[in-house]
């Protein structure tokens, strides 16, 4: 399986152009967007549009410039998926995810990220990989020396920790794009605005 994940587009609709462009000549199955579409809930217009016109599959989640009410009417207009608290199997990699951050205008407390991701994580125990989707970055990774204002995770650390997943793709951080790390036996990868393709 193929697919382009980005994160951070804030209502920028050429990105969001380049990236669908991206995804198309690609010949992706999947586009997974890791939150922060819109730049605080504002121009959502052109977003998942272009993607949805190239006859791409999208999984997104809310960052911490969207409500996960804003999400779930972007997935809901653009016959698209909510990944927040929830999972969906595609062929036979799971994904679940956790939106918002620990941090900004849309937040939730550690316990409450750990807690989402654990509600989508239980529907996918019979899946050959499991994905993780977040927008902020996990606490003791590598992706945290990248900046002094965005502390990581430990929600998300702590669900690493103990689901195991194969990957989580995270972004919120626009300074670690592409950068990689491990946390136990979980790639950890900030897939930035620019996107990044990837083979299951």
């Known amino acids: 399986m193929k697919i382009l994940a980005a994160s951070d587009i804030h209502g920028d609709i ?18 997974v967007l890791c939150g922060d579409l819109t730049y605080a809930e504002l121009s959502t217009k052109g977003i998942i549009g272009p993607f949805k016109k190239k006859n791409k599959k999208v999984l997104l989640i809310p960052g911490n410039h969207e409500t996960n009410a804003t ?84 929600g998300v650390t702590k669900a690493i920790k103990e689901m195991k997943p194969d990957l989580l793709l995270c972004g919120h951080v626009h300074e670690a794009e592409g950068i990689e790390d491990r946390i136990g036996s979980t790639r950890v990868l900030n897939v930035g605005r620019n996107g990044k393709i990837l083979e299951i």
């Not at 606490?139 to 965005?150: D, G, P, Y």
């Open 71 to 154: 999400a779930d009417f972007l997935a809901e207009m653009y016959d698209s998926t909510n990944l927040h608290g929830y999972s969906l199997k595609y062929k036979d990699v799971a994904f679940f995810g956790c939106g918002s951050a620990n941090i900004g205008a849309f937040q939730l407390s550690e316990e409450e990220i750990f807690n989402t991701l654990k509600k989508g994580f239980k529907y996918t125990k019979d899946a050959r990989k499991k994905i993780m989707v977040t927008h902020v970055h996990p606490s003791e990774s590598l992706i945290e020396k990248f900046t002094s204002h965005f502390p990581g995770s430990k």
């Open 14 to 31: 050429k990105l969001a152009e380049a990236l669908a462009d991206k995804a198309e000549k690609e010949n992706v199955d999947l586009v």
